[in-house]
């Protein structure tokens, strides 16, 4: 198994794509957004448009992850993403994240999206285990990974400084089984 194949997934709310490089504006757009660096991104990382540019247009191409662009239905706006990746075949396992800027939130779409994404690793990629960590401050994150099926396992305390105060670091996940009784 492995992820050359980049599916587009649907739900009431949210279509999730494959990206292409002209998403790279609106990612740019998006990955300023305060709440996105916090949560997101090393304090002292720098992103170039051309940076964004490789990285967006070459997400198609990878076969060790899927990297999907989160579309507002109704509008087609790109208004984030969500990414599987650090795959396990061994394990069937692999690690979960997204980013949702300011225009998709509040909105139920990093819900649907999660769902969408976490369903189809479980449905039609056959992993086991789907896994996360989030920032313990990151509280919108973390209600959205629980409504979705995600358990905490653990939490990793003070991991980093951010802001100026030291963050726990949350661990959580969701199995085969647990994802097959949610349904």
Not at 35 to 63: C, H, K, N
Not at 108 to 121: F, H, M
Not at 144 to 168: L, S
Request: with cysteine; hydrophobic share 40%.
């Amino acid at each position: 198994m492995d992820f050359s194949v980049k599916p587009v997934l649907t739900g009431e709310r949210a279509v999730l794509r494959p990206f292409t490089e002209a998403d790279a504006e609106v990612m740019a757009e998006i990955i300023e957004d305060p709440e996105v660096v916090r949560f997101t991104f090393e304090p002292d990382t720098v992103i170039t448009m051309d940076g964004l540019r490789s990285w967006y247009g070459s997400r198609s191409a990878q076969t060790d992850r899927l990297d999907l662009a989160v579309t507002d239905r109704g509008t087609g706006e790109v208004v984030g993403e969500v990414v599987l990746y650090e795959w396990d075949p061994g394990a069937r396992s692999c690690t979960f994240r997204t980013l949702i800027g300011p225009r998709g939130r509040g909105r139920g779409l990093g819900t649907e999206a999660t769902r969408l994404i976490v369903g189809y690793g479980f449905e039609r990629l056959g992993l086991h285990r789907v896994e996360l960590q989030a920032y313990a401050d990151n509280l919108r994150a973390l209600r959205v990974y629980e409504k979705v099926g995600f358990v905490v396992e653990g939490v990793r305390r003070e991991v980093q400084v951010r802001g100026g105060e030291w963050v726990d670091e949350v661990l959580m996940a969701v199995l085969e089984g647990e994802w097959a009784g949610l349904e």
